[in-house]
C-alpha cells in the first residue's frame, strides 16, 4: 500500500493556503495536506506529525517572519526539507531563503508546474533554484543547449547534494584531484559533475559557477 505524502502549507492567508491544498490533493501529487496560518502554528504541526515530507512556507509570514521559521524547524527536524514560497522576486530573498536552509525557492508567481516540480525534485534530494537567482549579474554563455525536460522548461536548475558538495570545493578553489580525493571519487566523476553543474547553472568557467553558487546561497 502506498502512502500518500504529507505536505504542511504555512500562509497567513486562508484563500492562498486552500488554493495551493487544491492543487496538490487534485493534482499529480497523491497528498495529505496540514495547513498553519503563522510560525507558531506550523512549529507545532511540525512537532505533532512525524511523518511530514515537505512543508511549503511563506517567507513574509506576519510576526515570526519565514527565515525564522524555517531555522526554528531545522532546529526540531532537520531532516525535514522546506520550500520557501514568495510574493518577493528579489534574487536576495532567494539567496537568504537557501542560507537558512530553504531547499527551493518558488516565487508566488510561478505556474503550478513549476511548484509541483519543486517538491517532487526536493523529495529527491535535489534543489529548486527559479531562474530569477541564476540570473541576477550573472552572463550566460551563447552556448547554453535549450533545456530538454520539463523541470528545466519550468527554469529550474537541478544540482543534486553530490553536486552541491563538488561546487562549494569549486568555490574553495580546489583542482578535481583535490575534490576527488576528499569525496572518495575518481576524477572522471568529478569531471562528470563538474559538466552537469555548468550545464545546471548556465555558465561556462568553474570562476562563473562558484560566483552563481555564492549568489544562489547555494555555497
Known amino acids: 500500500?502506498?502512502?500518500?505524502?504529507?505536505?504542511?502549507?504555512v500562509d497567513d492567508h486562508p484563500v492562498f493556503r486552500d488554493g495551493i491544498s487544491a492543487l496538490l490533493t487534485?493534482?499529480?501529487?497523491?497528498?495529505?495536506?496540514?495547513q498553519a496560518g503563522s510560525g507558531a502554528e506550523a512549529l507545532m504541526l511540525v512537532n505533532?506529525?512525524?511523518?511530514?515530507?515537505?512543508?511549503?512556507?511563506?517567507l513574509m509570514l506576519?510576526?515570526?517572519g519565514g527565515l525564522q521559521v524555517i531555522t526554528e524547524v531545522a532546529e526540531l527536524r532537520p531532516e525535514l526539507p522546506v520550500i520557501m514560497?514568495?510574493?518577493?522576486?528579489?534574487?536576495?530573498?532567494?539567496?537568504?531563503?537557501?542560507?537558512?536552509?530553504?531547499?527551493?525557492y518558488v516565487p508566488k508567481s510561478s505556474s503550478r508546474y513549476a511548484l509541483l516540480s519543486a517538491?517532487?525534485?526536493?523529495?529527491?534530494?535535489?534543489?529548486?533554484?527559479?531562474?530569477?537567482?541564476?540570473?541576477?549579474?550573472?552572463?550566460?554563455?551563447?552556448?547554453?543547449?535549450?533545456?530538454?525536460?520539463?523541470?528545466?522548461?519550468e527554469g529550474i536548475a537541478v544540482l543534486t547534494q553530490r553536486q552541491i558538495e563538488v561546487l562549494r570545493l569549486i568555490g574553495d578553489g580546489c583542482p578535481n584531484k583535490k575534490i576527488a580525493t576528499g569525496l572518495g571519487l575518481s576524477e572522471k566523476t568529478v569531471k562528470a559533475?563538474?559538466?552537469?553543474?555548468?550545464?545546471?547553472l548556465k555558465v561556462a568557467n568553474r570562476t562563473q559557477a562558484a560566483a552563481a553558487g555564492r549568489k544562489a546561497g547555494l555555497i
Open 1 to 9: 500500500m502506498v502512502t500518500a505524502m504529507k505536505i504542511l502549507i
Open 26 to 34: 487534485q493534482d499529480s501529487l497523491d497528498a495529505v495536506v496540514l
Open 48 to 58: 505533532e506529525h512525524a511523518d511530514l515530507d515537505v512543508v511549503l512556507l511563506d
Open 62 to 64: 506576519p510576526g515570526a
Open 85 to 104: 514560497l514568495s510574493s518577493s522576486e528579489d534574487p536576495h530573498d532567494a539567496r537568504d531563503a537557501f542560507a537558512h536552509g530553504a531547499l527551493g
Open 119 to 153: 517538491i517532487k525534485l526536493v523529495l529527491n534530494g535535489e534543489l529548486y533554484v527559479p531562474t530569477l537567482v541564476l540570473d541576477a549579474g550573472i552572463d550566460a554563455p551563447a552556448t547554453v543547449l535549450a533545456p530538454a525536460s520539463a523541470a528545466q522548461e
Open 193 to 200: 559533475h563538474i559538466t552537469a553543474i555548468f550545464k545546471a
